[in-house]
């Protein structure tokens, strides 16, 4: 998990191949405040009506910190991101022959307005980009909006273009769209930008990466 923030762990419960007889699921969660009892205080009468420790299968939680990981044969990078409200990680998982980035929500003007007044091209984010077969960002805020809203936690859509190209990223994926945005705006903004290169995250889609391992 990236962090705790609602919008980023209610559907756990509703995770059909976790909760099942026989399955077997691990939460890794960032070394934070409140740690793992932060789930159990979510997912607990009276807010819900069972604990995670009654769903089927074999779950599981464990702190951790930022920091370089091998899981089920991944190579995995954790790193720190500014977000409001809470310990926040991006992270890289590679099979060590393609690559992924996945910063879901940021708040990069934290280090800075950076080149474009849309927030730096910090340390970590360069790192977990750099040279990735697909970068999946934050892009909740057109440029206009941003004005406004610089400190409410997210990224303009622009921003993770300008994070790819600096960091050298084949593909970008925007996603965490503004949930007042509709289908046909996010169609616009796409087309507006005329990069092959970038494309808006839609439910169901399938995205190859550069190569197959084997």
Same mark, same amino acid.
């Given at each position: 998990l990236s962090h705790v923030h609602w919008d980023h762990v209610l559907g756990l419960p509703f995770f059909r191949e976790g909760d099942r007889p026989g399955s077997e699921v691990e939460l890794l969660i960032p070394h934070q405040d409140g740690g793992q009892d932060v789930l159990e205080r979510f997912f607990s009468p009276p807010l819900f009506p069972i604990r995670i420790s009654e769903l089927r299968g074999n779950w599981s939680s464990r702190e951790i910190e930022a920091g370089d990981y091998t899981i089920q044969d991944f190579a995995v990078s954790a790193r720190d991101v500014p977000h409001k409200g809470g310990r926040t990680f991006g992270f890289r998982i590679s099979d060590g022959i393609n690559s992924i980035a996945y910063l879901p929500d940021h708040s990069p $003007?934290?280090? %800075? !307005? %950076?080149? *474009? &007044?849309?927030? !730096? *091209? /910090?340390?970590? +984010?360069?790192?977990? +980009? *750099?040279? @990735?077969?697909? =970068?999946? /960002?934050?892009?909740?805020?057109?440029?206009?909006?941003? @004005?406004?809203?610089?400190?409410? &936690?997210?990224? $303009?859509?622009?921003?993770?273009? %300008? =994070? &790819?190209? +600096? +960091? %050298?990223?084949?593909? $970008? =994926?925007?996603?965490?769209h503004d949930p007042f945005r509709t289908d046909t705006e996010l169609d616009e903004l796409h087309e507006s930008l005329e990069r092959d290169d970038v494309s808006f995250a839609v439910e169901g889609s399938t995205i190859s990466l550069g190569a197959a391992p084997g």
């Open positions: $003007t934290s280090y %800075g !307005a %950076g080149p *474009h &007044g849309d927030g !730096a *091209h /910090h340390d970590a +984010a360069i790192e977990l +980009a *750099h040279n @990735v077969d697909l =970068l999946i /960002h934050d892009s909740q805020y057109t440029d206009e909006e941003f @004005v406004d809203r610089a400190d409410w &936690g997210h990224c $303009t859509y622009s921003y993770p273009i %300008g =994070l &790819g190209d +600096a +960091a %050298g990223a084949k593909q $970008t =994926l925007l996603f965490h």
